[in-house]
């Protein structure tokens, strides 16, 4: 989990920073980075750790291993948001293949806090 953290705050150092212009798409890879290595986690303590950058894949896992009665819930909601910041993940190596803005960095932001946050309540139980 302290990857993960790590991404996290160096998401939130460049995009909290007074760094002109913003480098929002490194910010988006930040945030994609906690997001799977944070979900990865929660795969790995039940012992299916997995080699694959795909959120979404990682939380069908997820989905498959952990008992509902242990209080995991993934929503098809969750589903698009790991879809999506998995986007920026690769997309993000290969100019003018995305097309981010602030508002969609400020989406990002929130969407990796929700994940990781969501990881560690799921490894504190």
Same mark, same amino acid.
Request: with cysteine.
């Given at each position: ?9 160096v998401a939130h150092y460049l995009y909290d920073g007074d760094f ?23 795969? +790995?303590?039940?012992? +299916?750790?997995?080699?694959v950058h795909k959120i979404g894949f990682l939380l069908n896992q ?8 242990? +209080? ?54």
């Amino acid at each position: 989990m302290s990857y993960a953290r790590d991404d996290y705050d160096v998401a939130h150092y460049l995009y909290d920073g007074d760094f002109h212009p913003k480098k929002l798409e490194i910010i988006c890879y930040h945030c994609s980075q906690a997001a799977e290595k944070a979900v990865n986690v929660d795969l +790995g303590s039940q012992g +299916g750790l997995a080699k694959v950058h795909k959120i979404g894949f990682l939380l069908n896992q997820i989905k498959n291993i952990l008992p509902r009665e242990k +209080g995991v819930q993934i929503t098809e909601e969750m589903m698009d948001w790991g879809d999506e910041l998995s986007n920026y993940s690769v997309d993000v190596r290969y100019p003018n293949q995305l097309q981010i803005d602030e508002y969609r960095t400020k989406k990002a932001m929130e969407k990796m806090e929700f994940f990781v946050d969501w990881a560690q309540t799921i490894l504190d139980k």
